[in-house]
């Protein structure tokens, strides 16, 4: 990579504004061939909003877009696309209900021709899959795919086209360790056929691994463009933030207290799009975290679901303080059980309800906001306020749509609104608190928060479920962890006995054959 | 002398056969100079007593419409306004002062057309297409079924209802499945069921009104209702000063002209003599007192 | 060219919005006017003065809004909670059945079950039957959408016809008036029973002020209560609105009977204030026009009534002034479409503006 | 047994297909609306207008295709109204299709009022003639000698439908609007012209089925003529589940079970096993059976994603 060579992308003194909010605020940045730019800031910094313009999806109030010096025009993807840009966006955009074949060419052929061609199709995507290990079954439809695989499709998608710059919008939010680290492979294949990378994430570890450059935005502001080489995650989290960022961890071990939930060869049956349990037996103390490490897809969705209230266990038990509770959240709520579902758009909240009606949507039963069937809004609006205060939802206020604050602030909204309910059988506080993937998503400072959210809970008496994909959060926050794989679990073992190492063999199906999930406890 | 002041509200357009008739008759007033005439068509129900009541408020000295439906709203408005005559197509009976009722009596030469049908049919099978059934259509239709039971005793009728007034393709499909069923001859209540039988090569019988210019070779006879004789008795009432709450039914009736046999025109000798002989003769005793055909008002059924 | 949302949404824009959309309806229409060869502002003029410029005018488009409220009303409650309810006028029909079946006369009086009771309880069980009804036919689709998965725009369209010809089956058979001389017509209701008239010699009847108590009830659910709460929230995001403990199926449902129940209602009110009894041709369309007047009013209760105010008078003066001016009585319809299609667009842009890219393509 | 006479026969075909014509193409277009995913209840009005609209042209002395290009002409029109207020300004589809009905209603009667004032009987044309040059063919033969070019038009529109859909890029894009337009736009596409043009396609088909209405199936315009039939064709896209050659077996069992309602009610009491039931009921009859078709189709309907989603660039 030469310094001299001409820059294949030139983003020049982009500003974009969303009404009184400052999005871009003139930046400028140039990328390289074989060069691969990390893109780092919090949520709502405006990494996305940049993007976006550089593809066309946004039109930026003003700067200009250059690649290989020809300047793009404004909001016009075909114009990306046709100058060699390719963009994996932050939610997945393939159509579910067509084929991955389909998703990929369409756009390629002019609209008018009368025929695809779609065996040369196929000989391409084969050529591409082959060279950049990206194996997909072009005739699957894309519903049927996992995350992974669709990630896949999407950098297909771009490559199909001769794409030369490669955007990566958070390609590793969701996918699990061994996706991610044949993603990176693919993009070390990439870079050394010279395409340029933008590369998102949150996660410094993997933005220090495979970038050459990193540029820090904040508050719609670039702030720092350094060399990969010469920095460090603590530098990197400041810069993104504005201040040091604590993660906290684990103190040492709490004493554990009784057990405040317990499964008991619970087995639910699979459905279309998730995996099923299978005889899984484990006991939560109160006190402790418990991590549930695994593989998406191998049943973490069915446990959750079980355990928040929303279904029942087709065998086996289930059971709070020694009772069972029918599947109904009202009445898991009610018992003190705090849950904090994977997808906050889909379940968090409602997104078209103000913030101040989804802080009381789980408590529409309780006296202190209802009486009569009529909200008592002094009450309810004063306890939002409180929650957005104390949780620091930032982003409008009581009365905005819940819809517009960032992710990592509806995450807190979400993880405040199942902290402070105040069952209905007097518990002030949750006695179980179930998180799946917490801070999929989030920034680091976000992170953070959430994960000294979850250790005041235990420390305050709380049994805490920890569904999590990410293997550094389980090992930093859990006293217990047990694997999850096709649907069993192994017993839940002291965190200290686990390296990353076992809990991958773990997690790739290794250990936990019947014999030994029939006694674990 | 001035003129009078006519308005008509009807509840569906003016080329729908029933109102058609009372619109073609008060033009013809208007033409001849005798009246002022107004009309509003497809009103609503929802809209009829508003509309009466502004043209009554507007100093008509007739008004002319089809109660049917709003009866209760009519009459409501006729007693506001007594000094305005209200000419009203109704089942019900005429209402003091000022209401008088009139309706569609054409089942005599609905008889002798169905006498014509009786004696053209070589399948003895007659198909008839209604809209609804309600009295309007019913009496006719019976009095029909009746006159070809006349002349021939061993032929069968096919009849159906489509549901709306206005949906000639349906009509024609009704018509088409008579046809398939056997029927050579068709009783038209609703446009579209002529247009069925002439692609057809069959016969058909106009109703209200005579569409056999439309259907030279198809439409064999028609029994027309000319409201010219009732809009005439109203119209003299109410120069006179002395329109009261009456019936005008009988003006609809063959006596008055207000209903007749449509010239057979171009089917003039199509028509087998002796059988015309028949329907003269009916035709005769009908117009002498001596014939009445009975009126029916039920639902007509298909024949086993 | 593309939208995009406004930060702050003027007070001017509001205002002016209805009445650009105003304007620009008269100016459309006006050519249709002229092209009958009327003179424009005369009729414009008529117009106005037959919707709003008199007291019967005033009494007309109130009894013309009556109904209209409740359709609209049942339709805004549906459609907040994502219930697609095309159907008020299937519903607005069978509660007219309904009201007719228990209020309706016998042999010149009440039923025999119903003679011995005060003429308030059987008034209240007249419009309950009425509600009842409504409610049930759209508690079919809600439920076949909710078991099954069945698309209730379309079930709720197709009800409108069996219902319609439900009704026309037995206004030719078991409820058919046998003093009506044989046309398809409902027994009329005991008169005691009938709506009292609010001004004198005109139709304006109580049924108005159901509907705007009504519209006022609704304005306070959808305000203050859970189930106002629950019902945006169901309609919204079902599946967070489930997550958070609310009974999603039972709140759709409920909103559902809801609906179904304004818009059987709408039929009660339509034949006790207005009709007396109850034929096919009672309604000229007023649970289609309710899904206008719901949308025009942004599914807000109050606005609602507003529109359905609005609606009517543009009804009722536009059938005036055709007749005046000697132009087909159909450009009241010609006008409310334009006006409601323009509205439509008017608030839009109070809420976003259009913005043509410099690469000046229109996509 | 009747009910096997009725069927087997000839006529029995020969009048499905004629009441199936207009439906064909009204669902067709629906249907290519909805896979572009923009539900259009224009298709009331649309087809109202193109009833007006083709016969009018043809009344005027244009040739009977070209009264058909007309009526497809402004049903070109009226799609891109539509298209244009639900898919570049993103406002309420059912609404906006109300309105769309409202709209095209009322100005076809107000225009047809214009013309006609004063006519006692409706003015009315030539219409097309059957395809008599069928008879010979055997099978089909008799059933489509009795057919005019119209009918054989709907019954090639829909396989051609689905070979556009499913075998052009073309017809890839449509699907992927209708699908996910962020997908499509990120692929190129421009998704508001896809779904404006499709939207304007699917409304010429309707309206070529409102003019057979009045170019072939009858010879005269008549106020409330379609009579709910555009209705029909919304429920049939879903029955169809949103593919063509469904659409066209959907279409013709509704015309067969109309075709037969007619012919049960007019059996009257002769019909064995069956009370003589008001003719309402077989009426009702097409209706009800389509709720059941519904619902026993409904757990497979695959409704395009983006179907009533507005699509507005650059907001999530
Ligand atoms: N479509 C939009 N409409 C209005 N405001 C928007 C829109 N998209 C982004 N914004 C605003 O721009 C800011 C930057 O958003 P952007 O999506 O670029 O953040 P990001 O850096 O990608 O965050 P994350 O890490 O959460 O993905 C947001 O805080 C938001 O206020
Ligand atoms: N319709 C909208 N109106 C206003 N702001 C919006 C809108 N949609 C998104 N935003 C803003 O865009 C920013 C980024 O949104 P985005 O959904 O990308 O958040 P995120 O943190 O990336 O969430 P996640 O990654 O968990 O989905 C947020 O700050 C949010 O306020
Ligand atoms: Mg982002
Ligand atoms: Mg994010």
């Keep these: ?521 | ?304 | 060219m593309r939208l995009e949302a406004r930060t702050a949404v003027s007070r001017t824009a509001l205002v002016g919005a209805p009445l650009a959309a105003i304007a620009v309806t008269l100016l459309i229409c006006a050519a249709l006017v002229a092209a009958a060869g009327a003179p424009v502002g005369r009729a414009y003029l008529l117009l106005l003065e037959g919707g709003f410029g008199s007291r019967f005018a005033w009494s007309e488009t109130l009894t013309r809004a009556t109904p209209l409220i409740l359709t609209g009303l049942a339709v805004a409650v549906a459609f907040r909670t994502r219930l697609f309810n095309i159907g008020a006028e299937g519903q607005l029909y069978l509660g007219a059945l309904a009201a007719v079946a228990v209020g309706g006369q016998v042999d010149g009086a009440a039923a025999p079950w119903a003679a011995s009771l005060p003429t308030g309880v059987l008034f209240g069980a007249m419009v309950a039957a009425g509600m009842l009804a409504g409610a049930l036919l759209l508690l079919l689709p809600a439920v076949l959408k909710l078991r099954l998965g069945v698309d209730e725009v379309v079930t709720t369209l197709l009800l409108n016809f069996i219902v319609l010809l439900g009704v026309s089956a037995m206004l030719d058979g078991p409820m058919k008036d046998p003093l009506a001389m044989g046309w398809p017509q409902s027994v009329g209701l005991v008169p005691e029973l009938e709506l009292a008239r609010l001004m004198e010699r005109s139709r304006v009847h109580a049924g108005l002020l159901m509907a705007l108590a009504l519209a006022a009830l609704v304005w306070a659910i959808n305000r203050f209560t859970v189930f106002g709460l629950q019902m945006r929230a169901a309609g919204a995001n079902a599946r967070a609105a489930a997550f958070a403990g609310m009974p999603v199926g039972r709140v759709t449902l409920l909103a559902a009977a809801l609906s179904g129940a304004l818009a059987g209602l709408a039929g009660v009110v339509e034949v006790a204030g207005r009709t007396g009894y109850l034929t096919l041709d009672m309604s000229p369309g007023y649970g289609y026009t309710g899904v206008v007047i719901a949308m025009l009013a942004g599914l807000h209760p109050l606005g609602v009534v507003a529109s359905a105010v609005f609606v009517a008078g543009i009804l009722v003066g536009a059938d005036g002034m055709s007749r005046a001016v000697g132009v087909p009585n159909t450009i009241a319809d010609v006008i409310v479409a334009v006006a409601l299609l323009s509205m439509l667009v008017a608030t839009m842009l109070t809420r976003y503006r259009i913005r043509f890219d410099r690469a000046g393509r229109v996509a | ?316």
């Design chain 2, 1 to 304: 002398q001035s003129k009078i002041k006519v308005a008509a509200v009807y509840t569906v357009p003016v080329e729908q056969q029933w109102v058609s008739r009372i619109h073609k008759a008060l033009n013809e007033a208007k033409a001849r100079g005798e009246i002022d005439y107004v009309f509003s068509e497809s009103v609503s129900n929802a809209d009829y007593e508003r509309v009466l009541r502004q043209y009554a408020e507007q100093g008509s000295g007739l008004i002319v419409g089809e109660s049917f439906a709003v009866e209760g709203a009519a009459r409501k408005v006729a007693r506001d306004y007594p000094k305005t005559a209200f000419l009203m197509g109704s089942s019900g009976k005429p209402q003091a002062p000022n209401f008088s009722v009139f309706d569609n009596y054409i089942q005599e030469p609905s008889y002798l057309t169905g006498m014509i049908a009786g004696g053209m049919t070589k399948t003895n099978h007659i198909g008839m297409v209604g809209g609804y059934a309600i009295p309007e259509v019913n009496r006719l239709m019976h009095a029909f079924m009746e006159g070809a039971r006349e002349v021939n005793p061993r032929v069968r009728f096919t009849v159906s209802f489509i549901g709306s007034w206005f949906d000639p393709p349906k009509a024609k499909e009704a018509a088409f499945a008579m046809v398939d069923k056997g029927a050579d001859i068709l009783y038209a209540e609703r446009f579209g069921v002529s247009d069925a039988a002439r692609e057809r090569g069959k016969l058909a019988i106009g109703n209200v009104i005579n569409t056999q210019p439309q259907y030279p070779a198809t439409v064999v006879a028609s029994a027309l209702w000319n409201m010219e004789p009732t809009i005439a008795a109203a119209l003299a009432k109410v120069k006179a000063g002395q329109f009261r709450n009456e019936d005008y039914g009988q003006y609809s009736l063959m006596k008055y002209k207000g209903a007749e046999l449509a010239p057979l025109g171009t089917f003039e000798g199509k028509v087998p003599a002796d059988l015309m002989t028949k329907v003269r003769a009916r035709e005769k005793a009908i117009l002498d007192g001596k014939f009445a055909v009975k009126v029916v008002e039920t639902e007509p059924k298909s024949t086993p």
């Design chain 4, 1 to 316: 047994m009747e009910l096997l006479d009725i069927v087997s026969g000839a006529p029995f075909w020969i009048a499905v297909l004629r009441v199936a014509t207009p439906l064909i193409f009204g669902t067709l277009g629906v249907l290519l609306c909805e896979r572009a995913g923009v539900l259009n209840l224009g298709i009331e009005g649309i087809m109202v207008a193109g009833a007006f609209s083709g016969w009018l042209a043809v009344y005027q002395g244009v040739p009977l295709w070209g009264g058909v290009a007309v009526a497809a002409g402004v049903g070109l029109c009226l799609g891109l109204l539509h298209g244009w207020l639900t898919v570049s300004l993103a406002l309420s589809q059912h609404v906006a299709g109300l309105g769309v009905t409202m709209l095209a209603t009322s100005v076809s009667y107000y225009a047809y009022r214009l013309g006609f004032a004063q006519v006692a009987t409706p003015p009315t044309i030539t219409p097309f003639a059957p395809m008599t040059g069928w008879q010979g063919v055997p099978v089909i033969g008799p059933v489509m000698a009795a057919e005019t070019a119209l009918t054989l038009l709907a019954l090639l529109a829909a396989p051609l439908l689905a070979w556009l859909l499913y075998r052009t890029p073309l017809g890839l894009a449509v699907r992927m609007v209708g699908e996910n337009p962020a997908a499509a736009e990120g692929q190129g596409i421009r998704v508001n012209a896809v779904r404006i043009g499709a939207i304007m396609a699917g409304s010429a088909l309707m309206a070529v089925g409102g003019a057979f209405l009045t170019l072939s199936a009858f010879n005269a315009f008549f106020f409330n003529m379609i009579n709910g039939r555009g209705w029909i064709c919304v429920a049939l896209v879903v029955f169809a589940s949103w593919r063509p050659g469904r659409a066209l077996l959907g279409a013709l069992l509704f015309a067969a079970f109309d075709a037969l309602q007619l012919r049960l009610q007019q059996g009257g009491a002769s019909l064995p096993g069956l009370p003589a039931l008001p003719y309402q009921v077989y009426l009702m009859l097409p209706y009800i059976l389509s709720i059941v078709a519904l619902i026993l189709v409904a757990r497979r309907a695959a409704y395009p994603q983006a179907l009533m989603k507005p699509y507005r660039k650059g907001e999530r």
């Design chain 1, 1 to 521: 990579m030469s310094e001299l060579s001409p820059p294949v992308l030139r983003l020049s003194h982009i500003s974009k504004r969303f009404g009184a909010l400052l999005a871009n605020d003139d930046i400028s940045l140039t990328l390289q061939r074989g060069e691969v730019l990390a893109l780092l800031g919090e949520n709502g910094a405006g990494k996305s909003t940049l993007v976006n313009i550089l593809f066309g999806h946004y039109t930026a109030d003003a700067g200009s877009v250059e690649v290989d010096g020809v300047a793009l025009p404004p909001g016009n993807p075909r114009a990306a696309l046709a100058a060699g840009v390719g963009m994996v966006h932050q939610h997945f955009t393939l159509a579910d209900n067509l084929s991955v074949l389909d998703n990929i060419v369409i756009g390629t052929a002019p609209l008018w021709h009368l025929r695809q061609r779609r065996r040369a199709a196929l000989a391409r995507i084969h050529d591409l899959a082959g060279r950049f290990g990206l194996a997909v079954d072009p005739h699957a439809r894309v519903g049927a795919l996992s995350v992974g695989e669709r990630q896949r499709v999407e950098i297909i998608k771009a490559l199909y086209r001769g794409a030369r710059v490669l955007i990566l919008d958070e390609p590793t939010a969701v996918l699990t360790p061994q996706e991610v680290e044949s993603l990176f492979g693919t993009l070390r294949q990439l870079i050394a056929e010279g395409l340029a990378v933008i590369f998102i994430s949150h996660k410094l570890d993997e933005v220090l691994r495979v970038s050459h450059r990193v540029a820090v935005l904040r508050g719609g502001r670039l702030v720092a463009t350094l060399p990969a080489a010469a920095t460090s995650k603590p530098e990197l989290a400041e810069l993104m933030v504005g201040r040091r960022v604590e993660m906290p961890a684990r103190t040492g071990t709490t004493a554990t207290g009784q057990v405040v939930a317990a499964l008991d060869r619970a087995s639910v049956a699979a459905t279309a799009g998730r995996g099923g349990l299978h005889e899984i037996s484990l006991d939560l103390h109160a006190g402790e975290i418990v991590g549930i490490a695994g593989v998406s897809g191998n049943g973490q969705v069915a446990l959750a679901e079980v355990m928040s209230g929303l279904a029942a266990p087709s065998a086996g038990r289930v059971t709070l303080h020694g009772a069972a509770l029918p599947a109904q959240p009202r009445r898991w709520i009610g018992a003190g059980v705090a849950r904090i579902p994977e997808d906050r758009h889909a379940e968090g909240a409602v997104g078209d309800l103000a913030v101040w009606e989804n802080a009381i949507a789980e408590q529409l039963g309780n006296p202190a906001f209802v009486r009569a069937g009529v909200i008592r809004r002094a009450p309810a609006r004063h306890f939002a306020h409180d929650l957005v205060r104390r949780f620091d939802v930032r982003g409008g206020g009581i009365d905005t749509p819940t819809r517009t604050l960032s992710g990592g602030n509806m995450q807190k909204l979400i993880l405040g609104r199942a902290l402070s309910v105040t069952g209905a059988d007097a518990c002030a506080r949750p006695r179980l608190v179930v998180a799946s993937q917490p801070t999929w998503g989030l920034d680091i400072g976000a992170v953070a928060y959430v994960h000294r959210q979850l250790l005041e809970a235990a420390a305050a008496g709380a049994a805490v479920l920890l569904i999590s994909e990410d293997l550094d959060e389980l090992m930093a926050l859990s006293d217990r962890i047990a694997v999850m794989h096709a649907g069993r679990l192994t017993p839940a073992r002291a965190t200290a006995s686990w390296t990353l190492g076992t809990l991958g063999l773990a997690m790739a199906g290794a250990g936990t054959d019947e014999g030994e999930v029939s006694h674990a406890a």
